[in-house]
């Protein structure tokens, strides 16, 4: 059995090593290292593939999402609902902003931002919801975007974990995640399930108007070169992440297959026994990427199983281990524990297991079997 990986980025590498390799040398003799030829086409490729009127690229997941919230005008003291239950990122960038974030409880099943929480959370200064698609499954997206039509608010969706999923919405048609919403940001890192070599980001929207303002910020507030009309940053994808990600892009939908395939081969084994929760699909198989494939362990047995786990050399993640408005730098009196009682459950449960495209049937047989017997032992 080949030595087991959370990730084999490596392993992935060597069905696209030709055309990356050519790629890379071409961006090399051509110099055109920012803002080249890759980076455009790359650009109207993913425009192309999430059926979206426009990406723009920038230099990562975290950007993106805050170039999203300066796109919108938001202002300080400005009110923005996010999940209690997830990266660290988004809450970040509320708080840069000097935007003031609204922690909600999650889904015990889906893992995502409850939608009855958001409501409850809303006030005359909210002014935006950030629902993270996390761990690969879509968000409860008409319900979410029903809310924010009643209330007129903005709606960024955080697709860094989602990208390739698909959203059926009750209106009949079937949407990618990340461009239900006014305006959808995701990252390139490597480990996500369209990763590049190094750091990238996009941000996707439907509206012209506020992707032309978006396009500004990303490079300096500048749309005539050398008047700054606001305030921008300088957040670019470069050429070489651009060529990888080309690369990758028309292997996406099979990679999330691949992905899917072992989650269902973890669910089947894991099926029936005690004290295991396996992740729900909340619709159709394709709405769920899987970029981590997420266990609930109950009984307080999670920290004696990440040990086990640990010594048998099998690789696991704890995403997510402290609720974000338990963290230090997020803490605020206003939040009453009473809230929060699902993420504060979840991260004694949650344990990732190993997730990638290039797992092997035999080293999820390995990694199942090693969890059942310490759960029975
Ligand atoms: C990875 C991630 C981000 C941030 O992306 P970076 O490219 O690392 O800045 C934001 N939100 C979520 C949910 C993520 O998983």
């Known amino acids: 059995m080949k030595k087991i990986q959370m990730v084999d980025l490596k392993g992935q590498y060597e069905g696209i090593k030709e055309q990356v390799n050519t790629s890379f040398q071409q961006v090399i003799e051509n110099a ?19 059926d979206v009127k426009n990406v723009i690229p920038c230099a990562n997941g975290t950007d993106a999402l805050q170039i999203a919230m300066m796109g919108l005008g938001l202002k300080p003291g400005d009110e923005v609902i996010t999940a209690d239950f997830t990266f660290a990122a988004t809450v970040e960038v509320i708080a840069l902003l000097q935007l003031t974030p609204v922690l909600v409880d999650v889904e015990a099943d889906s893992f995502n931002i409850d939608p009855e929480a958001i409501k409850k959370a809303i006030t005359p200064k909210t002014k935006a919801i950030v629902p993270v698609h996390l761990f690969g499954q879509a968000a409860n997206m008409d319900v979410i975007m029903e809310i924010a039509e009643e209330h007129h608010l903005f709606v960024i969706e955080d697709n860094a974990q989602a990208i390739g999923g698909n959203y059926h919405s009750k209106n009949g048609k079937t949407y990618k995640t990340g461009t239900l919403g006014h305006i959808g940001a995701t990252s390139f890192f490597p480990s996500k399930n369209l990763g590049c070599y190094g750091d990238g980001g996009a941000i996707f929207t439907n509206d012209d108007d506020l992707a032309h ?24 994808l470069d050429s070489l992440q651009a060529a990888v990600l080309r690369a990758k892009l028309p292997k996406l939908d099979f990679y999330n297959k691949t992905r899917r395939k072992s989650a269902d081969t973890y669910s089947k084994a894991f099926q029936g026994e005690e004290g295991v929760i396996t992740p729900l699909r909340m619709g159709d198989a394709d709405t769920h990427v899987y970029h981590q494939y997420t266990l609930k362990i109950q009984n307080g047995k999670r920290d004696a199983l990440a040990k086990h786990l640990q010594e048998q050399g099998i690789p696991f993640g704890i995403y997510y281990p402290i609720p974000l408005h338990k963290q230090k730098a997020y803490a605020d009196s206003r939040y009453n524990e009473a809230d929060f009682p699902i993420t504060n459950q979840l991260v004694q449960e949650v344990l990732s297991l190993p997730m990638h495209t290039e797992l092997e049937d035999e080293q999820i047989d390995f990694i199942s079997k090693t969890i059942i017997e310490f759960l029975k032992g």
Do not use: C, W
């Open 32 to 50: 055109a290292f920012i803002n080249g030829p890759e980076v455009q086409q790359f650009q109207k490729e993913l425009e192309e593939y999430l």
């Open 213 to 236: 303002t978006m396009r500004g910020i990303v490079n300096h507030g500048m749309y005539e070169r050398y008047h700054h009309d606001v305030v921008g940053v300088n957040s670019r």
